[in-house]
């Protein structure tokens, strides 16, 4: 009787296979079913009906403004400068304090003449002996005893010694400063005792009453602008005050680079509170009135391709269409598009619009970043925007 062959075992290489074929099969089937999800919730959420944004509006109104122009500008000392001398010397004196207003004439400071006063006193003793020569030779010219000629000579030398006894005096007037113009003295720069060399500043002097404003315009209002033309200044160091003056002057080139004028307006200042350097901001009538279509500065998007407005305009619904909670909505709704315009003046809170937008149609002034073409937007509007050329914030 013959013995069964015992059965073989399935090899390693098949069950390695069975295990691989098995994990695909697994992994494959969770990765199809995460899939399948996905692809599900994206379909929902692109289907989904987008919330309504709340934005605030404003329509656009046609108002009559006049042609005003602003600009920034600096005041300057009509007359201002640094007093220095022009003989060197050691300061001898001061007879001034800093801070102090001065009279033109007044005297601020002595420098050392004690040398210059006793070459003066030579020069005029050898002036005098000149003149007693002169005198005595013309004389004897007259009676014919000497020639005209030596006589001549006699009257040129005392004339040259008078000369230079005027030049010893106007050395030392040198040495005594005074102020050159009347003003407000600053800081001195120098101290008792101290050598001062030619052209070494002293003192800065500024006359502050009246004062100069100058600033710059584009040159598409030099036809515009003409002296006389009332200005308005105010200063970020004394807000809330307005101060009125007048173009006096006005620069007849126009600069290549910028394609700029300058125009300097006087302003008077008799308490002295605008100073020179002071940085201002100046506003003032062109003359004439125009009509202009005029929007909230909030409303417009300003971007170095162009600026732009979301415009809100009135549709009807989808059939079918549903809010969030899956309810169906009928009625119209309101959806925004974004224009393109070109603006122009400011004045308050509103901005003038040139092009892009007529009178009547209605924008949205505050919401922007959360806003895109065919957005569906609702409106609330508690706060409106004013045209006042100064307005004032109220404390709340």
Do not use: C
């Not at 007037?173 to 005792?193: D, E, H, M, W, Y």
């Not at 806003?371 to 006042?388: F, G, M, S, Y």
């Amino acid at each position: 009787m013959s013995t069964p062959k015992p059965k073989r075992p399935a090899s390693t290489r098949k069950r390695m296979i069975w295990m691989l074929i098995g994990a695909l099969v697994v992994f494959g089937g969770v990765f199809g079913v995460k899939a399948m999800m996905s692809a599900g919730m994206n379909t929902f959420f692109d289907n989904m009906p987008q919330p309504a944004v709340a934005v605030s509006s404003y329509v656009a109104k046609t108002q009559r403004w006049s042609d005003d122009a602003e600009a920034v500008g600096t005041f300057v000392a009509i007359n201002g400068t640094d007093v220095t001398t022009e003989a060197g010397g050691v300061v001898r004196s001061l007879e001034f304090e800093a801070g102090q207003p001065v009279q033109a004439g007044d005297v601020l400071l002595r420098l050392n003449t004690a040398n210059e006063e006793a070459t003066l006193r030579s020069l005029e003793a050898a002036a005098k002996l000149a003149a007693v020569q002169r005198d005595r030779w013309q004389q004897l010219a007259r009676d014919q005893l000497v020639s005209k000629d030596e006589a001549q000579t006699r009257a040129t030398n005392a004339a040259t010694a008078q000369a230079q006894a005027e030049a010893q005096r106007a050395l030392i007037a040198q040495k005594t400063i005074r102020a050159p113009f009347s003003g407000v003295l600053g800081i001195r720069k120098v101290n008792l005792g101290q050598f001062v060399n030619p052209g070494d500043p002293i003192v800065s002097l500024q006359a502050l009453n009246p004062i100069y404003l100058d600033f710059t315009l584009p040159e598409q209002h030099m036809g515009k602008v003409m002296e006389g033309t009332p200005v308005r200044a105010t200063v970020d160091a004394i807000p809330g005050q307005v101060f009125e003056g007048r173009i006096t002057a006005i620069e007849p080139l126009v600069d290549s680079n910028t394609r700029n004028f300058t125009a300097q307006a006087t302003f008077q200042n008799p308490n002295t509170a605008l100073r020179p350097g002071s940085f201002a901001h100046v506003s003032f009538d062109l003359g004439g009135e125009r009509d202009v279509v005029v929007i909230p500065q909030t409303a417009v998007s300003f971007n170095p391709y162009g600026n732009a407005v979301f415009v809100i305009s009135k549709t009807k619904r989808a059939e079918g269409e549903k809010d969030m909670q899956g309810k169906p909505l009928t009625g119209d709704k309101l959806i925004v598009k974004q224009r393109f315009i070109k603006t122009g003046a400011t004045r308050g809170d509103l901005i003038a619009v040139t092009d892009g937008l007529k009178a009547g149609e209605q924008v949205v002034t505050s919401g922007l970043l959360k806003l895109r073409n065919d957005a569906e937007v609702t409106i609330n509007n508690k706060v409106q925007p004013a045209a006042d050329a100064r307005p004032e914030t109220q404390n709340r």
